[in-house]
């Protein structure tokens, strides 16, 4: 079982910025991809980044992609998503999610993911 809790959400002006991060449980963090994704209001949850077990690949969605960088220490068990230059579209509750090892498939995709965090709002005012 992997527990994640993410953080750092928050109110923000557009051209502002926010990092969220994600602290997962478990000894064996850097063998998870993890990935963010998020959910506005009467709309299906997206893909938003992603990130390989050791860090090395990346992946972004087209809307944050130049705006947003995924990173993580996996000495601290923490993903994290780095949000610059906010627009009002960004609002959306942000979730992360991590797929084990043993799993394959797009990391663009939720049912690709084993275990979700519980989300955190950001909102982003014009």
């Known amino acids: 079982q992997v527990q994640l809790v993410e953080s750092g959400g928050g109110l923000v002006q557009a051209g502002g910025s926010l990092r969220l991060s994600c602290a997962a449980s478990g000894r064996t963090f850097s063998t998870y991809a993890m990935g963010w994704f998020r959910q506005a209001p009467g709309k299906e949850r997206e893909f938003v980044a992603a990130?390989?077990?050791?860090?090395?690949?990346?992946y972004y969605a087209n809307s944050v992609r130049g705006r947003f960088t995924v990173s993580r220490d996996n000495a601290k068990n923490t993903v994290y998503l780095q949000m610059d230059s906010l627009k009002p579209e960004d609002t959306a509750v942000y979730y992360c999610a991590a797929q084990l090892p043993a799993y394959s498939g797009s990391l663009y995709r939720e049912s690709s993911y084993n275990y979700w965090g519980q989300g955190t709002q950001v909102t982003v005012s014009s």
């Open positions: 990130i390989s077990g050791g860090g090395g690949n990346t």
